[in-house]
T-cell receptor, first 110, second 117 residues
Framework: QKEVEQNSGPLSVPEGAIASLNCTYS??????FFWYRQYSGKSPELIMF????GDKEDGRFTAQLNKASQYVSLLIRDSQPSDSATYLC??????????FGTGTSLTVIP | EAGVAQSPRYKIIEKRQSVAFWCNPI?????LYWYQQILGQGPKLLIQ????????DSQLPKDRFSAERLKGVDSTLKIQPAKLEDSAVYLC???????????????FGPGTRLTVL
């Protein structure tokens, strides 16, 4: 069983819509969760991290964590074509090991 | 602030040859990571250094892969001999301090794209 699982997509949303990206993790000892954006041919860049249950908002991005359900999500409001990328979910247990999901490909259609 | 530097950016070799990658982390970052990212997959951690000591190398194929971080700054990752399945992007990342726990943000370099023929 993979530590972090994501729906590989592709996910397509129209411009201006809300994009919802989901991630589940298997190890209940996971403490922190990260969302990275990776453009094709580029390296991952951090969008948000979350470690407490609930929501965390940063501009158009909202990360949601539910430790009881072992579920992490990322909402992108007012999606823009520039948001088209692969979104990677990652978990960390102790700072020793970071586990990445396979990523969800998002396309925002103008 | 300069980012994580990696070289070369691209490398093409034949199977059974050797190859080495170099990484220079962000100045002052104690922790350095090497990841392997195969096309269509997420990054897989190969090895993690804290200063010049190895923290985690559980997923490093030690029969052919080796890595070192001399003086706790630059790092090299070597593959000897290479196999076809080693074709991937090799990403180096660094973070400020592992002591800050699992909340440390990792900054990634541009990666080295390796093709093994």
């Amino acid at each position: 069983q993979k530590e972090v699982e994501q729906n590989s997509g592709p996910l397509s949303v129209p411009e201006g819509a809300i994009a919802s990206l989901n991630c589940t993790y298997s190890d209940r000892g996971s403490q922190s969760f990260f969302w990275y954006r990776q453009y094709s041919g580029k390296s991952p860049e951090l969008i948000m991290f979350i470690y407490s249950n609930g929501d965390k908002e940063d501009g158009r991005f909202t990360a949601q964590l539910n430790k009881a359900s072992q579920y992490v999500s990322l909402l992108i409001r007012d999606s823009q074509p520039s948001d088209s990328a692969t979104y990677l979910c990652a978990s960390s247990i102790t700072g020793n090991q970071f586990y990445f999901g396979t990523g969800t490909s998002l396309t925002v259609i103008p | 602030e300069a980012g994580v530097a990696q070289s070369p950016r691209y490398k093409i070799i034949e199977k059974r040859q050797s190859v080495a990658f170099w990484c220079n982390p962000i100045s002052g970052h104690a922790t350095l990571y090497w990841y392997q990212q195969i096309l269509g997959q997420g990054p897989k951690l190969l090895i993690q250094f804290q200063n010049n000591g190895v923290v985690d190398d559980s997923q490093l194929p030690k029969d052919r892969f080796s890595a070192e971080r001399l003086k706790g700054v630059d790092s090299t990752l070597k593959i000897q001999p290479a196999k076809l399945e080693d074709s991937a992007v090799y990403l180096c990342a660094s973070s400020l301090d592992r002591a800050s726990g699992s909340r440390s943000e990792q900054f990634f370099g541009p990666g080295t794209r390796l093709t093994v023929l």
